[in-house]
């Protein structure tokens, strides 16, 4: 029963390594989206911070495939550019996770105390500089929780890519199904892969929380 | 010597919305001057002092510090900041940074000092409020007193022109006042320009040049501190006096 | 920009719409009542004081928490064929098995906000544990917990799209029928956005509704002191 598995390891390894990088670009382009954003409505910065908002609560507000449908389907359609699945998911993962951690930078942001927001203006910090060195170090620290729960939803979200027809590990398994119809061998060793694979990045964000956490 | 004041604050009014917190004050500080603010709390006195160096804004009248107005619109307030030291009632040490990396986060930033210059000033200073082997340490591993010295020093490695005191001992417990008021004590007898909020009577009446009384946003007496003790002039003073005496 | 707007094709289809909606609210109300008990019993189990009540629930949330949803859908449909489920009902059971495992670690963390004190004292009058749970514990949980199970009932509304993919006729599926029969691609998903958005407030208002749930804060408070 388990050679389906041992007979298309390549092509379901091959699916695997597409979560694994489309996670990480979603990962690095997200988490810098939601800093600016996040930062950006902390400071109220005229006009960007109600624009940053306005997205926020439109993302926030619509499901993840629909969020991919607009970007693979409805985004090309409207101004006229090509693009791929891969690329379209990518985007639309960006955008989705991008919205969710600017929440919890402005969250962790705004967590800091204004005393020593106070503290760092009398020695003669600049608001930025008071922002960069004072404020966004604690609030960095404090917000890796919630940035690798985060993670971990959106690495268990992308399987939804393959509804758009990404062949990363969701997609390939739905392939070799199509052919060899083993649905209860394969879903089950894409479920275990996904609750391994999820639980080994949670840790990583448990072991670099108790390793980077500001004790008050 | 008429050398002008090093803080100048004529006729201040400020409200929060329709509540009036500061109602024409009019106070001077200056250089060598250790003048100490006091009053009831809900008096003005914590807002006042954070009006000088621009950490409150105010609707009327003026502030001049070394002659500049810190309210106006292109007065470069960090670096007025940078001359005027303060220290905090709950210290406001940066908790993810080191003792040393506190000191030195300033000097390097404003001052543009280097960083082996800030360290160098910042252990000098360490060393001078007994702190010298705490350099390492993370904040929240100090003890109350601990963490207000540093703080102390940290306002001091700018080299300011004068400090401002918000309340520095009153989130201390009663053991720790004693050595904070200590280094106060040291740097008002080496002519450091001091404005205090504080309700230490003691330190006011042994080390203070000049007493300043508010209650309910006025500036109710400034006098020397010799006379604010032993010959209050209103009856409001007298009454805030026996209060806080009888403690 | 040369895309020329056509709301009129999304109009004409509004009964489709509409009926999409209703399967959208259906399939998370029915999905939403069950993941509360399953949130309550597993929640319940893993703040007891019983050491194999709270590993059982701490490996129940995290096995359903860590498989994707979508596998979730596709596992009860297709891998569980035999069972010969209606797809609402292969939906309604992979949305309630992965959102239960979230609201149960929110009624964990909220049982644990309440003071230890509170379950003695109601021991000590001679209440029954099960007594404690109803009315004295759950009561003051569950305000603390509103908010957190207002964004997870949220985010059920927006998962549930994904039960699209088997063939529930609900707001996605609807609208990727009606975007293949008119072509009106960004019409039609603006329009479903818009009113995903519109549920997804009306739903975390209806949560405040709970008694005394806006004063979450203060009892919040209230708990840790």
Known sequence: MLDVI????????????????LSIWTIVGGTLLGAVLGILRYVRFPVLGTASMLFIEFIRGTPLLVVLLITYFALPALLGYKTTAYNAALLGFILFTGAYIAEDFRAGLRSVRPGLIQAGLATGLTRWQVLRFVIAPQAT???????????????????????????ELTGAALLINARDFHPVTLLGAVAVTYLVVCYALSMVGRVLYARFAVRT | MSEAPIVEIRDLHKSYGATPVLRGCTMNVNRGEVVVV???????????IKCVNGLERYQSGSIKVEGIEVGAKDTDLPKLRSRIGMVFQHFELYPHMSVL???????????????????????????RVGLEAKADAM??????????????????ALDPQAILFDEPTSALDPEMIHEVLQVMTELATEGMTMMVVTHEMGFARRVANRVVFMDAGEIVENAGSEEFFSRPRTPRATEFLSKILSH | MNYRFDWTPIWEQRDLILSGLWMTIAVSLVSLAISIVIGFVVGTGGASGSRSARLGAALFV????NIPLLIHMYIWYMALAFLKLPAFACAVLGLSLYSGAYVAEVVRSG??????????????????????FRF??????????????????????KDSSLASVIAVAELTYEAGAIEGQTFRTFEVYITISVLYLILVTVASQLVMLVPGARNDASSARFADA
């Open chain 1, 141 to 167: 620290r404090i917000v890796i929780p919630s940035l690798f729960n985060q993670y971990v939803r959106l690495l268990k979200f992308t399987s939804v890519a393959s509804i758009i027809g990404v062949t």
């Open chain 2, 38 to 48: 006091c009053g009831p709390s809900g008096s003005g006195k914590s807002t006042l």
């Open chain 2, 139 to 156: 904040p929240v591993d100090l003890s109350g007193g601990q963490q207000q010295r540093v703080a102390i020093a940290r306002a001091l």
């Open chain 3, 111 to 132: 049982i644990g906000a309440v003071r230890r004190g509170q379950m003695q004292a109601a021991l000590a009058t001679g209440l029954t544990r099960i007594q404690a």
């Open chain 2, 101 to 127: 990396k506190n000191l030195e986060l300033a000097q390097v930033h404003v001052l543009k000092r280097s960083r082996a210059e800030a360290a160098e000033r910042g252990r000098q200073l360490l060393k």
């Open chain 3, 136 to 157: 004295i514990i759950y009561p003051q949980a569950l305000r603390i917990i509103a908010p957190s199970l207002a964004s997870l009932f949220s985010q059920l509304i």
């Open chain 3, 62 to 65: 995290d096995t359903m928490r």
């Open chain 1, 6 to 21: 041992t007979r298309n390891l390549p092509f379901l390894l091959a699916g695997l390594w597409t979560t694994i990088h």
